[in-house]
């Protein structure tokens, strides 16, 4: 099987979907959608990730300091489209049925429907010529009681079912295609 070469990209690497939850300077909350997410070891896990260019949820954790980032599943994948493609300075983003809560341990918005929340506290933010690399202490993780049963991992991943992306596209937990960036939020 032969090669070819190609300008940068990561298609057919998929990744995994996260909504970051932010106040604003007036407290009202912002989630956007983030795909450039990993963890880093340092004495205890981490997280690393990257904003580019200028977002709401970016402004709003560089002023904070503080985030949740939430697990994005099939069951949000609508919503989550839409705050992904829709930017923070538009006045009717937020105007969506979110269920909101607050994090246990810091003063962060955690959507209430996704099963996994991560509440990050930034370390070091990595400012870069058109965007940021941003190291995060997991200061708490909230997980749905539901993931602490005995059943195994693959039944609670396909209970739970995530949503990963590659190549402008939204996979399923079973690998199907569940559209293009964009569609999902048409259900809306
Ligand atoms: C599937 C998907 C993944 C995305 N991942 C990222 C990402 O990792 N980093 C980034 O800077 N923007 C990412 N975006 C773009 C932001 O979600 C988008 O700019 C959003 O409008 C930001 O909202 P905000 O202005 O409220 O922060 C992604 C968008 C989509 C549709």
Redesign the pocket.
């Known amino acids: 099987m032969g090669k070819i070469s190609l300008r940068p990209n990561n298609d057919y690497c998929p990744q995994t ?1 996260f909504l970051y939850g932010t106040y604003d300077e007036n407290g009202n909350p ?8 990993s963890y880093i070891w340092d004495g205890e896990l981490g997280v690393m ?5 200028n ?4 402004e709003n954790i560089e002023r904070s300091k503080i985030f949740s980032a939430n697990l994005v599943t099939e069951k949000l994948l609508a919503v989550a ?1 839409h ?7 538009d006045p009717d ?1 937020m105007k969506i049925d979110l269920d909101i809560g607050k994090g246990a341990v810091l003063d962060v918005p955690i959507l209430n429907d996704s099963p996994v929340n991560f509440e990050l506290e930034v370390t070091d933010l990595i400012q870069k010529h058109d ?1 940021e690399v941003i190291l995060c202490k997991i200061r708490n993780v909230l997980q749905d009681e539901s993931l602490s049963s005995d059943e195994s991992v693959d039944k609670k991943l396909s209970s739970i079912a995530p949503v990963r ?1 590659t190549a402008r596209t ?1 996979l399923g937990n079973d690998g199907s295609n569940l559209g293009a ?1 964009g569609e999902p939020r048409k259900r809306l």
């Open positions: 979907l912002d989630f956007g959608l983030f795909c450039w997410f990730c990257c904003i580019g260019g977002k709401t949820t970016r489209d705050l992904g493609n829709t930017s923070g300075s983003k965007g992306t939204y960036w």
